[in-house]
């Protein structure tokens, strides 16, 4: 007879590839019951069940938690939680994973989380905030080039505008300010220096007292190989990074993780949940770019790859505030996760075309593919976002661990699909030089 306690699991978030990659992780545990996922994609409903609720709709979700008497909830994309999911939830007595809104305002607001920096000597680029056009114009044409345009609110992956000249420095901050073209989000803006070194992701799980680092993970944000074209959510994510070594990450820990959870609790947000800096490894040492306060997507799906230790355990443990209690473990490889999207993207994309050869990719060794924008219709599977389809790999070195994702990408194919051949190249690299 069966005596394990099966939870079942409610997963909210964008619907992409972090979610599935979450939901595939936990399904292995034998605690894990029925996996629901609002709102899911056609990768999700082969593990749980998709729910019409999209993740803005806090109520209707709150009604479901009720109704299904759901164990655990995991607040995983960035909307819920600036909506103050968290905080509802445990408002009537719902067991959820995540940072509060106000713990979470250090993702969705750039004001507050430079201001927050610069309080607490954390280290940043320069920076100044604005909410007067004239005033941040005039700031912006007295910086030296490029210069970093940042929108204060949510603005899902687009707020940066990297700046090549004063020119179109001066046409993004009239573009949010005055043009309104992201709406409230752009009632500030941050103007700061262009930082210069490798940029890498770093994830951080904490119960509010106590915190694990991940491994170190590396995303590429730009559309076009060479890191060139617009910004996306991310095109593709290697990671553990060989070229960050233990005095790096030591490094890291002290002089940014360890100081800024300590802030955020002396200012009463202590942080729960994954917090997700992403930092430039300058010659002055590493500095903060941005935080996240969630997983990052692809660096989700090559997270669950390499995690040996029971996620659902290491998610209990941390929502009962008994994080040092438990030892998560990492499997002794590297991995990737590339990210396949369609035509057009990041800007206007066809939606609808069919997709194949995913199970023919699945039958080469090592090989897991994460959906994001997809959905079935009429039993055919078909892209329904910008970013489609995440394409995993593992291997015991990186160089094979990509070589085995490109091999499996091969076999997939739908109208307009493009993806970046060079991730992980600017890696490679350094390994060399390091040699």
Known sequence: ??????????????????????????????????????????????????????????????????????????????????????????????????????????????????????????????????????????????????????????????????????????????????????????????????????????????????????????DHKRIGEGDTGGNTGGMGVIGPLPFVNKEIMEKIEKEIIAPTLRAMEEDGIPFEGILYPSLMLTTDGPKIIEFNARFGDPEAQTYMRLLDTDLLDILDACVDKKLDKIEIKWREKFACNIALASGGYPGNYEKGKIIGGIDEAEMQPDIIVFHAGTIMKNRTLVTNGGRVLGVSATAGTLEEALKKAYKAIDKISFEGMQYRRDIGKKALAQILILK
Request: aromatic share 10%.
């Open 1 to 218: 007879m069966d005596s394990i306690n099966k939870q079942k699991i409610l997963i909210i978030g964008a619907g992409g590839g972090r979610e599935h990659a979450l939901g595939w992780k936990i399904a292995q545990s034998p605690r894990a019951g029925q996996i629901f996922f609002a709102p899911g994609n056609a990768g999700t409903e082969r593990i749980g069940t998709n729910v019409d609720i999209k993740s803005n709709d806090i109520l209707k979700l709150l009604d479901f938690a009720k109704k299904e008497k759901v164990d655990l909830t995991l607040a995983v994309s960035d909307e819920p939680l600036y909506l103050g999911v968290v905080d509802e939830f445990r408002k009537r007595g719902l067991r959820i994973w995540g940072p509060t809104k106000a713990a979470s305002q250090i993702e969705w607001s750039k004001v507050f989380s430079k201001d927050f920096m610069h309080r607490h000597n954390l280290p940043t680029a320069e920076f100044q905030t604005f909410s007067d056009y004239q005033k941040a114009k005039y700031y912006a044409m007295r910086q030296s080039l490029p210069v970093v345009i940042k929108v204060d609110g949510l603005a899902f992956g687009k707020g940066v505008i990297i700046a090549n000249t004063h020119d179109e420095a001066c046409k993004a901050i009239e573009d949010i300010l005055v043009k309104k073209i992201f709406s409230d989000s752009g009632n500030e803006v941050v103007i700061e220096e262009f930082l210069i070194g490798p940029e890498i992701s770093i994830h951080v799980l904490s119960d509010g007292i106590n915190y694990k680092i991940f491994p170190s993970s590396q």
